[in-house]
């Protein structure tokens, strides 16, 4: 079975719809306190998600160690996308936090969202297309 945070040995909440992807062991890949598991509704293909194994709200509340180990399994999961499609010349790497910003389940977790040439009509601006009508400038 998967393994808590060592901050917070057994801290899931079980209604929560990541605490229960990470009890029933449905990660791709774990990187100590961090699991990754396909987005349920990508934006893209290979659209993923890195969850802390403890159920804590919000990118703001992770440990440091939290912080460190997602660094590493976002960068070994992007080598990974761009050596299995080479198509892959981009990518967003984002979190909401709180629901005025976009957050719907409210258990941290960070997007890994590939982008390839083409996607979207105007790419420019990126994460600023949050705000309807921003992106472009």
């Not at 945070?5 to 990660?27: K, M």
């Not at 396909?38 to 194994?53: A, K, R, S």
């Amino acid at each position: 079975m998967m393994q808590q945070s060592p901050e917070t040995p057994g801290a899931v909440d079980p209604g929560c719809l990541f605490c229960r992807w990470i009890l029933t062991e449905q990660a791709l890949e774990t990187v100590g306190t961090v699991a990754a598991f396909n987005d349920g509704y990508p934006v893209t293909e290979g659209h993923l998600l890195i969850v802390p194994l403890r159920h804590t709200p919000d990118w703001l509340s992770l440990s440091a160690r939290e912080v460190r180990d997602s660094e590493t399994l976002i960068r070994r999961l992007a080598d990974r996308i761009r050596t299995a499609d080479p198509r892959v010349s981009g990518f967003n790497i984002g979190t909401n936090i709180g629901r005025s910003a976009g957050q719907t389940v409210f258990h941290a977790h960070i997007h890994l969202i590939p982008r390839r040439d083409g996607d979207s009509d105007n790419p420019k601006g990126g994460v600023r297309g949050v705000i309807d009508g921003r992106r472009g400038y």
